[in-house]
């Protein structure tokens, strides 16, 4: 990475650390809304360095985890479906990459809800159709107008930023 890309994914993980944080009460658990991945819609335009921000925002994140140690996992299963986002993002297809935003938070709540159930004992239908659900709207409703925003506002303010951080 260069030091741009070095600085942006900072700026990221750094960012997505802090709402994580400030949102902490409904970022673990059923609930498991977590606010800071309207994020998600960066990485079409940061590529490599956004999936490394968000998972050392990850792992930092997930040490707090009412679940213990076994939600230090996350970050790797986020990791993946962050890179499909990426591979979506090449196509330059809008509906792909939304498709590939709402395949995050539909694994995410597969595999949160798993975990809820294995460390808890909660119901696991439930918590995957819960986690699933809140996951889904924050990485789809909410982070897809990010990177729509960021489409319209990139290539008119910051030519050839989107570039430079993929280089």
């Known amino acids: 990475m260069n030091t741009k890309q070095i600085a942006v994914a900072a700026i990221i993980a750094a960012t997505k650390l802090a709402m994580n944080m400030v949102f902490?009460?409904?970022?673990?658990?059923?609930?498991?809304?977590?606010?800071?991945?309207?994020?998600l819609g960066t990485l079409p335009f940061i590529g490599m360095p956004g999936v490394v921000?968000?998972?050392?925002?990850?792992?930092?994140?997930?040490?707090?985890?009412?679940?213990?140690?076994?939600?230090?996992?996350?970050?790797?299963?986020?990791?993946?479906?962050?890179?499909i986002i990426i591979l979506a993002a090449?196509?330059?297809?809008?509906?792909l990459i939304f498709g590939a935003m709402v395949l995050y938070g539909v694994g995410i709540?597969?595999?949160?809800?798993?975990?809820?159930?294995?460390a808890l004992g909660l119901p696991l239908i439930a918590m995957i159709a819960d986690v699933a659900l809140s996951n889904t709207f924050v990485s789809a409703i909410l982070a897809y107008p990010v990177y729509e925003?960021?489409?319209?506002?990139?290539?008119?303010?910051?030519?050839?930023?989107?570039?430079d951080l993929k280089a």
């Open 24 to 39: 902490h009460p409904i970022s673990f658990g059923p609930i498991n809304f977590r606010v800071s991945n309207a994020l």
């Open 53 to 83: 921000a968000f998972f050392i925002a990850g792992i930092w994140t997930n040490a707090t985890s009412p679940l213990g140690p076994i939600d230090l996992v996350s970050p790797f299963i986020g990791a993946i479906f962050n890179y």
């Open 90 to 95: 090449r196509r330059e297809n809008a509906r």
């Open 109 to 118: 709540g597969v595999w949160v809800g798993w975990m809820l159930n294995y």
């Open 149 to 163: 925003t960021l489409k319209r506002i990139i290539p008119t303010h910051f030519p050839g930023l989107a570039q």
